[in-house]
C-alpha cells in the first residue's frame, strides 16, 4: 500500500508560480509511475502530467509549457512546478501513483493522495 501526501499549494496571483510536493511511503517508489491530476468544483478529474518510472515525461495540452513533472528517487518525492499560472488553473491537486500506467485516464492509477488547493485570483 503506498500513501501519497501532497503539499505546497495555495494562493497566488495570476502569472506567479508555485511548486507541489508529493511525497511517497513506499521503498520501491522508484518503480511507480507518478501523475499529477486535478479537480475543480462541478468538474470531473483532469490530467495534468505524469512521469513514467524511467524518467520520460506526458503533459496535458493546458499544461504543456507551463507545468514541469518531475522526481527525485532518493527522496521518493515528485514535484509540480507551476508558472504563469492562470485563473483556470484553481482546483484541487491531486498526486497519483501505479506500476504498470502512466497515462491520463485516472481510473487507471492505484494509489492517491489526499490532494492540496491550488487557486490563482485574476
Known amino acids: 500500500q503506498v500513501q501519497l501526501v501532497e503539499s505546497g499549494g495555495g494562493l497566488v496571483q495570476a502569472g506567479g508560480s508555485l511548486r507541489l510536493s508529493c511525497a511517497a511511503s513506499d521503498y520501491s517508489f522508484r518503480n511507480y509511475n507518478m501523475a499529477w491530476f486535478r479537480q475543480a468544483p462541478g468538474k470531473e478529474r483532469e490530467f495534468v502530467a505524469s512521469?513514467?518510472?524511467?524518467?520520460?515525461?506526458y503533459y496535458a495540452d493546458s499544461t504543456k509549457g507551463r507545468f514541469t513533472i518531475s522526481r527525485d528517487n532518493a527522496k521518493n518525492s515528485v514535484y509540480l512546478q507551476m508558472n504563469s499560472l492562470k485563473p483556470e488553473d484553481t482546483a484541487v491537486y491531486y498526486c497519483?501513483?501505479?506500476?504498470?500506467?502512466?497515462?491520463?485516464?485516472?481510473?487507471?492509477?492505484?494509489?492517491w493522495g489526499q490532494g492540496t488547493q491550488v487557486t490563482t485570483s485574476s
Open positions: 512521469i513514467h518510472w524511467l524518467g520520460s515525461t
Open positions: 497519483a501513483a501505479d506500476r504498470d500506467y502512466n497515462g491520463a485516464d485516472p481510473v487507471r492509477y492505484d494509489y
